[in-house]
């Protein structure tokens, strides 16, 4: 089992709708929680992290942590064109180095 | 300015051969780190650094090696270069963010090993 796993995709919405991007992650003992966006050809930045469980928001973007479950999403609302990109969900293990393990990443394509 | 910048930006370079990709940051960070991205396979982390005398091997360190010069540069080695060493290599440091790291990326280096 992959550390943390996401669906690859594309996944494909259209402009204006919520584009829900899942990640699952194998140490149940995870403790903190990242969000990459990375253009083609770019390198990744980061759109927002998270710790606890529950929601976190950030302009259109909202976190959304399930320890039990042991999955992490990205809601993005008001999906533009412009947020084509592949995100990466990266998830720091616990005991202490702090250095994150990425996901392969999932293709979101808005189109018009 | 670019915080992280990576030299050079392109490279084709022959099997066999020795080269050097360089990374430099003006973010001040103490922990700097080489990955390799290849299609479908994600972010793999080669090398880290969490300070000057700190090196450690990631999980596909085999074939590269490292240096770390200053706080502020931290060079990546292919010994002797082979086609499956053909990738996409970012360099990046990172600060700690409550309960882990945020990572800053440099541009990369697009490396192809004919």
């Known amino acids: 089992q992959k550390e943390v796993e996401q669906n690859s995709g594309p996944l494909s919405v259209p402009e204006g709708a919520i584009a829900s991007l899942n990640c699952t992650y194998s140490?149940?003992?995870?403790?903190?929680f990242f969000w990459y966006r990375q253009y083609s050809g770019k390198s990744p930045e980061l759109i927002m992290f998270?710790?606890?469980?529950g929601d976190k928001e950030d302009g259109r973007f909202t976190a959304q942590l399930n320890k039990a479950s042991q999955y992490v999403s990205l809601l993005i609302r008001d999906s533009q064109p412009s947020d084509s990109a592949t995100y990466l969900c990266?998830?720091?293990?616990?005991?202490?180095?702090?250095?994150?393990?990425f996901g392969r990443g999932t293709s979101l394509i808005v189109h018009p | 300015d670019a915080d992280v910048t990576q030299t050079p930006r392109n490279r084709i370079t022959k099997t066999g051969k020795r080269i050097m990709l360089e990374c430099s940051q003006t973010?001040?960070?103490?922990?700097m780190y080489w990955y390799r991205q290849d299609p479908g396979l994600g972010l793999r982390l080669i090398y880290y650094?969490?300070?000057?005398?700190?090196?450690n091997k990631g999980e596909i360190s085999d074939g590269y090696s490292v240096s770390r010069q200053a706080q502020a540069k931290f060079s990546l080695s292919l010994e002797s270069a082979i086609p499956n060493q053909t990738a996409l290599y970012f360099c990046?440091?990172?600060?700690?963010?409550?309960?882990?790291?945020?990572?800053?990326f440099g541009p990369g280096t697009r490396l192809l090993v004919l």
């Open positions: 973010k001040g960070h103490d922990r």
């Open positions: 140490d149940r003992g995870s403790q903190s």
């Open positions: 650094s969490f300070d000057v005398k700190d090196i």
């Open positions: 990266a998830v720091t293990k616990s005991g202490g180095s702090y250095i994150p393990t």
């Open positions: 998270i710790y606890s469980n």
């Open positions: 990046a440091t990172s600060e700690k963010q409550g309960l882990g790291e945020t990572q800053y």
